[in-house]
């Protein structure tokens, strides 16, 4: 099993230009799994754990409903942002600036073939980097992301999740609040959930956070319940 895991920021990129970059990846994976079967090779596959952020899109999965975004195509340009249908679990979600998107593309036959678990950690990530800031975040039960207060009337998510799975190799991943324009979620029933509200990791902590500060957070906590090693290359 190659626990080695390539970290990438890729900064800021259109939503088109990193789900096809994503797509290159994955597929490239899913190939070197066929060939190590068909041709009794035994070569290492590659896994990836990339950081990103989109100018403002809306992105639709698999099981999601087109009503749930509340704008026509007149409104999204008005708005500067994008609409896009896609093939990952979930429903409709934001993604824009001074929010972390994180894609890990990771063959799980590296790690465990389990994908309820993948999400847990997943979570546990977002979870244990919230409490190095001293929030206390946890699960609300029966859907998937990170929620504040998630047992109380003033649910609010704070990070959603979506992921496709093929052959135990994974792509998309989780949107992060941090410094988010949360005004754009009033656009959507976000996640399919029409009667919980959003926050941001800068709405909790009333200031702006050190997105830098965030991400090498995220990254130790990642690497610790994968038992990843990252590299840069």
């Known amino acids: ?13 259109d939503y088109q230009e990193a789900w096809d970059r994503q797509e290159e ?5 899913v190939q070197r799994k066929v060939d190590n079967r068909t ?8 896994n990836y754990l990339i ?4 100018p403002h899109v809306y992105t639709l999965g698999k099981s999601g409903k087109p009503e749930h975004l509340l704008l026509d195509d007149e409104a999204l340009e008005e708005k500067h942002a994008t609409y896009y249908k896609i093939n990952r679990g979930g429903d409709i979600t934001y993604h824009g600036p001074g929010q972390l998107v994180g894609y890990p593309i990771l063959d799980l036959d590296n790690f465990f073939t389990d994908i309820h678990k993948y ?6 990530a977002v ?3 919230l409490k190095d800031y001293g929030i206390e975040a946890g699960r609300y039960p029966g859907y998937t992301g990170v929620w504040l207060d998630a047992d109380k009337p003033n649910a609010r998510k704070i990070c959603a999740i979506g992921v496709r799975s093929s052959r135990w190799v994974t792509m998309h991943g989780f949107a992060f609040n941090l410094n988010t324009q949360l005004d754009y979620f009033a656009n959507i029933v976000p996640c399919g959930i029409a009667d919980k509200a959003v926050t941001s990791l800068q709405k909790e902590l009333g200031y702006d956070v050190d997105m830098l500060n965030v991400k090498e957070k995220l990254k130790g906590h990642f690497a610790a319940l994968f038992g990843m090693e990252l590299t840069d290359f």
Do not use: A
């Open 127 to 129: 979870i244990l980097t």
């Open 119 to 124: 999400l847990r950690y997943i979570e546990e």
């Open 51 to 54: 950081f990103v952020e989109h």
């Open 39 to 46: 041709k009794g090779e035994d070569i290492p596959t590659e």
């Open 1 to 13: 099993m190659n626990k080695r895991v390539i970290f990438q920021d890729w900064g800021q990129v």
């Open 25 to 29: 990846l994955f597929n490239s994976i």
